[in-house]
């Protein structure tokens, strides 16, 4: 056998396997585009009960992020409520400690004062117990006997 006959052969061989072939690879085109078919709509049901699915969490989703600006809301106003309160409250303790300064100032003074005029008194008092003492020094008196006298009708006579 020649090479032309092989040749010759091959494509006689080849002219009816061909399509064959031709008609082989068409079937499996076909099944690989049916079952492409069956898993679009597969799909889109699956899109579709996804759909509806995230439907039905749109009220609570509504709910939840209504909820959530109200917890906002109210954390925003208890913050500017606490912050006022302390601000106030700052206020109001430097108030009470500078009355309690003053109060505690004026007492010093007072007490200053009360001091000072003790004192005064002190040496007001020694000055006359000096005084006192130097006269008694220089003039010492007698103690006179007194002499109670009874009188027969009661009375006391001297």
Same mark, same amino acid.
């Given at each position: 056998m020649s090479i032309d006959a092989l040749?010759?052969?091959?494509?006689?061989?080849?002219?009816? $396997?061909?399509?064959v072939l031709g008609v082989v690879a068409l079937i499996y085109l076909?099944?690989?585009?049916?079952? $492409?078919?069956?898993?679009?709509?597969?799909?889109? $049901?699956?899109?579709?009960?996804?759909?509806?699915?995230?439907?039905?969490?749109?009220?609570?989703?509504?709910t939840v992020e209504s909820l959530s600006k109200t917890v906002d809301d109210v954390h925003g106003a208890t913050r500017k %409520?606490?912050?006022?309160?302390?601000?106030?409250?700052?206020?109001?303790?430097?108030?009470?400690?500078?009355? %309690?300064?003053?109060?505690?100032?004026? $007492?010093?003074?007072?007490?200053d004062e009360l001091s000072a005029k003790l004192n005064k008194e002190k040496e007001v008092l020694k000055a006359d117990v000096d005084?006192?003492?130097?006269?008694?020094q220089d003039d010492p008196y007698e103690e006179e006997e007194i002499i109670y006298v009874r009188d027969e009708s009661g009375k006391e006579a001297e």
């Open positions: 040749f010759g052969a091959i494509a006689q061989v080849a002219t009816y $396997l061909l399509p076909i099944l690989l585009i049916k079952t $492409l078919i069956e898993t679009l709509k597969d799909v889109s $049901l699956t899109l579709l009960t996804a759909e509806s699915e995230l439907k039905k969490l749109d009220g609570p989703l509504s %409520m606490v912050t006022k309160a302390t601000a106030t409250l700052n206020k109001d303790m430097e108030q009470a400690k500078s009355w %309690m300064t003053k109060k505690k100032e004026e $007492l010093a003074a007072k007490k005084v006192i003492q130097n006269a008694v």
